[in-house]
Structure formats: structure tokens, C-alpha cells
């Protein structure tokens, strides 16, 4: 059973420019939560999709935007890159919207801007 | 102050030792109560979740959530050098699926042989 899939591993950008990230939810899945972990902290929450649209948002800018496909899988996007966005980008997955919907997090995508 | 709080440690012990991890929060509406072990380059992996207050027990692990104190813990006995890593507690005011994860720090523990 494939866990929870990110793409790319690392990716170097940089200030100014555009990065999309790609996360397939686990077999089954169908919520996918983006969180942003900087260095030495606790995963921040982004925002949630959940049939294709944004459920929640966290507190960041409007230059975090996503995406979600008709398979689950999802997309951050994030425009006008500053350094402060450098972090490790994680995608958990969860199922439906009753019961306790355990959130399981991939292996994240590592995002270096210079 | 912070919705949740966590020492960041470092926290050594001996292999064998039992170990405690400890968060406080604020938010008196957080319900869903989680630990995650991140080893170093991956992401989170979930080790316990309990709902209200009470303790839960997975062989090693034991989690305990006091709400009345707005405190959470979870002991590991037995520690192993493989327990070595950083432990995030998580908590949210909905179940995981709907609610978003308020996260400590972590502490980073290591279990030395």
C-alpha cells in the first residue's frame, strides 16, 4: 500500500521566481492538508483541499495557492518567492469527513530560495 | 504565548531509561490530541492519538492527556537508540480529517547505547 507520494525531494529556486510542489494522497485518501516545517519548528498548517476545493486556510499569503485533481492529488503553488520560504514542504493525506480522519504526512519536499 | 508549547530540548538518556515528553497548550477547544516522531529528513510519522482527556497505552508508548491542565504527555519505556529523533505533539479542535494540526516545536531526543 504506497503512503502518501511528494514530488520533487529538493528543489532550488530563486527570490522572485514561481514553484509548484506534487503530492498523491495515500490509496484510499481523499483530503490532503499542505503544512510548511522551517528549520527547528513544528510543521505549520497552509490550508486543506477535500473535493477539489479549498476547505481551510492557515495564516499565510495570498502567493500560497493550490490545487486539487479529481484523483486527490494536489498542488502548492507558490509565487514571488522570498527568502523566508525556505522550508520543508509537507503534504499529509486524510479520508472522508466523519470519524477521527487520522492525517498521515509524506516525506516532504525541500525548498531552498537564494 | 503560543497555542502550544514545547521544550525543544535536547534531551539525552541512556538506552533502557524511560523517557517523558511533555506539551501545554492554550487553546481550551483543542479535542484531537497527537505525537508524531520525525526521524531527521523525513516526514512526521504518527505514534499515538487520543481524543478528550485520558490515557492511552501502544506497547512502548503511553500517552496521557490531562484537560483540566490543558497538559499532554507521552512516555516511552524501554527507550532504544531507534527512538532517536524529534517528537512533535499535535492538536486540533476537530478530528483529523476536517481540522487543521496545531504543532509544538518538537523535542529532540536521543537514546544513547
Known amino acids: 500500500d504506497a503512503g502518501v507520494t511528494q514530488s520533487p525531494t529538493h528543489l532550488i529556486k530563486t527570490r522572485g521566481q514561481q514553484v509548484t510542489l506534487r503530492c498523491s494522497p495515500k490509496?484510499?485518501?481523499?483530503?490532503v492538508s499542505w503544512y510548511q516545517q522551517a528549520l527547528g519548528q513544528g510543521p505549520q498548517f497552509i490550508f486543506q483541499?477535500?473535493?477539489?476545493?479549498?476547505?481551510q486556510r492557515g495564516n499565510f499569503p495570498d502567493r500560497f495557492s493550490g490545487h486539487q485533481f479529481p484523483n486527490y492529488s494536489s498542488e502548492l503553488n507558490v509565487n514571488a518567492l522570498l527568502l523566508g520560504d525556505s522550508a520543508l514542504y509537507l503534504c499529509?493525506?486524510?479520508?472522508?469527513?466523519?470519524?477521527?480522519?487520522?492525517?498521515?504526512f509524506g516525506p516532504g519536499t525541500r525548498l531552498t530560495v537564494l | 504565548q503560543k497555542e502550544v508549547e514545547q521544550d525543544p530540548g535536547p534531551l539525552s538518556v541512556p538506552e533502557g531509561a524511560i523517557v517523558s515528553l511533555n506539551c501545554t497548550y492554550s487553546?481550551?477547544?483543542?479535542?484531537?490530541f497527537m505525537w508524531y516522531r520525525q526521524y531527521s529528513r523525513k516526514g512526521p510519522e504518527l505514534l499515538m492519538y487520543?481524543?478528550?482527556?485520558g490515557n492511552k497505552e501502544d506497547g512502548r508508548f503511553t500517552a496521557q492527556v490531562d484537560k483540566s491542565s490543558k497538559y499532554i504527555s507521552l512516555f516511552i519505556r524501554d527507550s532504544q537508540p531507534s527512538d532517536s529523533a524529534t517528537y512533535l505533539c499535535?492538536?486540533?479542535?476537530?478530528?483529523?480529517?476536517?481540522?487543521?494540526?496545531?504543532f509544538g516545536k518538537g523535542t529532540k531526543l536521543s537514546v544513547k547505547p
Open positions: 499529509a493525506s486524510s479520508y472522508g469527513t466523519k470519524g477521527f480522519g487520522t492525517q498521515y
Open positions: 499535535a492538536m486540533s479542535a476537530q478530528a483529523g480529517s476536517q481540522g487543521n494540526l496545531i
Open positions: 487553546n481550551s477547544a483543542f479535542q484531537y
Open positions: 490509496s484510499g485518501h481523499d483530503t
Open positions: 483541499y477535500y473535493e477539489e476545493e479549498e476547505r
Open positions: 487520543t481524543y478528550s482527556s
